[in-house]
């Protein structure tokens, strides 16, 4: 979201952050790893020079009561209009329906704007499936103006799951990676099975759907094969921290049950790190064949080995083949996105 938040200030739109969070104990956050840092964010505050609103609202673990938890996220717009003061929108950017979209769609009828509902993994692979989230999350997809997908595939998943009179449109989340940490694509330099080899794990172990286990059964096939292996996770380090491992990782691993992009191997590419990933996603539209495995600890292991001995071997580059989320491309599909609302 901040990249996007960047990238629209950058085209010369006037952006106000809203990031709504659940009321959380701090002995929650153990459980959930996704809401680091949950439980002490203040109700407002300032990053990068701009004021970031953080209404609270109430919400059980997995939302039982999925109607509760809708009331109490909408009931946060009059706080959020008070703190605006005078300020308000021409268009509600959402990022993930369930439950925030409850915000945003009360706002919008206050102010009579249109709204954005912004679709990544979540919504699609796990709400939609939830027979007491499911028809809660379809009527905030129908009830926005346009429904802006992450991947050609989860917009595939929304138009099936909403009137065709809501207009749907894939934009990739921005993938940019500053020039100092790129480097080119290349096969293993080090000598084979001679010295030890690093894997990122590019996520936290503790989320099950990462499938942390599965990496450590592909660490170990390559242990049999003669290889030395060592595994580097990652939780809620900065990006430039990330960036920096991606550097001295020798291939990154991703073997999730659900992404959206992900991001994180765009990144890798970008930063001279071969990506070995089983088939999620969209990691075949730009990734080689060879390197989308199977969820098979020996057939990620080839792919593995694959990406060291032979490297990056496709026509493109690896910049040409990510220019569908480079900024020109992302910054063109948004700007149609929002002309439309404005028309």
């Known amino acids: 979201?901040?990249?996007?938040?960047?990238?629209?200030?950058?085209m010369g739109h006037d952006v106000r952050t809203v990031n709504p969070l659940p009321r959380m104990p701090k002995y929650a956050e153990a459980r959930r790893?996704?809401?680091?840092?949950?439980?002490?964010?203040p109700r407002s505050w300032t990053y990068r020079g701009h004021r970031v609103l953080v209404p609270r609202y109430f919400a059980l673990p997995e939302h039982p009561y999925p109607r509760l938890t809708l009331a109490s996220v909408a009931r946060r717009a009059g706080w959020v209009e008070r703190q605006l003061e005078n300020w308000r929108p021409e268009v509600i950017v959402c990022h993930t329906l369930w439950p925030v979209a409850g915000?945003?769609?009360r706002l919008a009828a206050r102010w009579s704007v249109p709204w954005?509902?912004?679709?990544?993994?979540?919504?699609?692979?796990?709400?939609?499936?939830?027979?007491?989230l499911k028809r809660h999350v379809e009527r905030l997809m129908a009830s926005c103006h346009t429904l802006v997908c992450a991947s050609d595939r989860l917009e595939q998943a929304v138009a099936e799951a909403v009137e065709s009179s809501?207009?749907?449109?894939?934009?990739?989340?921005l993938t940019e990676v500053d020039r100092e940490w790129r480097r080119p694509l290349k096969p293993l330099s080090k000598p084979w099975k001679k010295e030890a080899i690093d894997i990122l794990f590019p996520a936290d172990?503790?989320?099950?759907?990462?499938?942390?286990?599965?990496?450590?059964?592909?660490?170990?096939?390559?242990?049999?094969?003669?290889?030395?292996?060592?595994i580097t996770s990652l939780r809620h380090q900065p990006r430039s921290i990330v960036y920096d491992r991606m550097l001295v990782a020798d291939v990154t691993l991703v073997t999730s049950t659900r992404e959206a992009g992900p991001l994180v191997a765009r990144e890798s590419l970008l930063c001279?790190?071969?990506?070995?990933?089983?088939?999620?996603?969209?990691?075949?539209?730009?990734?080689?064949?060879?390197?989308?495995?199977?969820?098979d600890a020996e057939a990620l292991a080839d792919g593995i080995e694959q990406a060291?001995?032979?490297?990056?071997?496709?026509?493109?580059?690896v910049e040409e083949r990510l220019a569908f989320a480079g900024r020109e491309a992302v910054i063109e599909a948004w700007s149609e996105v929002l002309a439309t609302l404005e028309a």
């Open 103 to 105: 915000l945003a769609e």
């Open 205 to 230: 172990p503790r989320r099950l759907e990462k499938r942390h286990l599965l990496a450590l059964q592909t660490g170990e096939a390559l242990e049999q094969r003669g290889w030395m292996v060592g």
């Open 272 to 295: 001279g790190t071969p990506v070995v990933s089983v088939d999620v996603g969209e990691v075949r539209r730009y990734l080689p064949d060879e390197w989308v495995c199977d969820p």
């Open 33 to 41: 790893s996704t809401m680091f840092g949950v439980a002490k964010t």
């Open 166 to 173: 809501v207009q749907t449109v894939t934009i990739p989340c």
């Open 308 to 317: 060291f001995r032979h490297g990056w071997q496709a026509d493109e580059s």
């Open 116 to 132: 954005i509902g912004v679709v990544h993994g979540y919504d699609v692979d796990v709400a939609l499936q939830k027979p007491n």
């Open 1 to 10: 979201m901040d990249d996007h938040i960047e990238l629209l200030r950058s």
